[in-house]
């Protein structure tokens, strides 16, 4: 069974700097998604971010960019010029290759501080 | 845009009631999803459903039963609710096919059970 390890409960940061959030996960599998997740304050959970395992470059979104490195099982989220409006939970989430079976980690609260 | 809706934001139920939790979405996806979201457990999953009247279990279906009558309803019951099924409840829906579709959430419904 696969599983996700989100190892920072609560980070901070304050506004226009960066910051990493970390996450570790545990498969047997060869080809397999990875996503990052946001979730504001009493609003929706929307999808930050995906990587495809079988593709070596990182994938990017604007300020979001991630540090994929297969090997180890780690998959980092960089956020760069921290803004206000990024202060949410972030959740780390897996798939396999041929299904829907998503997984998650337990979460990371950010705050940004202006 | 895609859309989930839940059918409660917030909802205070007596132990032993029986509870209804509904999701609708309305970009016709065959996967529809229940997760239940406690803090420092994550999302975990409850049930899902991958086609009209077909349902599998998920990590934590104790508890817990759902319905799907009509492929943009997947309704979440608790047959007798207890003070350790309040939780947030999340639903979400998403493309069959491989793990490379992200899902899409509903805003969630925070129950508590008294």
């Known amino acids: 069974a696969q599983t996700v390890t989100q190892s920072q409960p609560e980070m901070s940061v304050q506004e226009a700097e960066t910051v990493t959030l970390s996450c570790t996960y545990d498969?047997?599998?060869?080809?397999?998604?990875l996503f990052w997740y946001k979730q504001p304050p009493s609003r929706q959970m929307i999808l930050v971010i995906r990587q495809e395992a079988y593709k070596q470059q990182n994938a990017t979104e604007n300020r979001f960019s991630v540090n994929f490195q297969k090997a180890a099982k780690s998959f980092s989220l960089k956020i760069s010029d921290s803004q206000l409006g990024d202060t949410a939970m972030y959740f780390c989430?897996?798939?396999?290759?041929?299904?829907?079976?998503?997984?998650f980690g337990a979460g990371t609260r950010l705050t940004v501080k202006p | 845009d895609v859309k989930v809706t839940q059918s409660s934001r917030y909802l205070v139920k007596r132990t032993g009631e029986k509870v209804f939790l509904e999701c609708v979405q309305d970009m016709d996806h065959e996967n529809m999803f229940w997760y239940r979201q406690d803090p420092g457990l994550g999302l975990r999953l409850i049930y899902f459903s991958y086609d009209v009247k077909m349902k599998e279990k998920g990590d934590i279906p104790e508890g817990y039963s759902v319905s799907r009558e009509k492929k943009e309803r997947f309704s979440l019951i608790l047959e007798s609710a207890s003070t350790n099924q309040t939780s947030m409840y999340l639903c979400a829906s998403s493309p069959s096919g491989t793990g490379y579709y992200e899902q899409y959430f509903g805003p969630g419904t925070r129950l508590t059970v008294t």
């Open positions: 989430a897996f798939t396999p290759y041929n299904n829907n079976d998503m997984r």
């Open positions: 498969t047997s599998e060869n080809n397999y998604y």
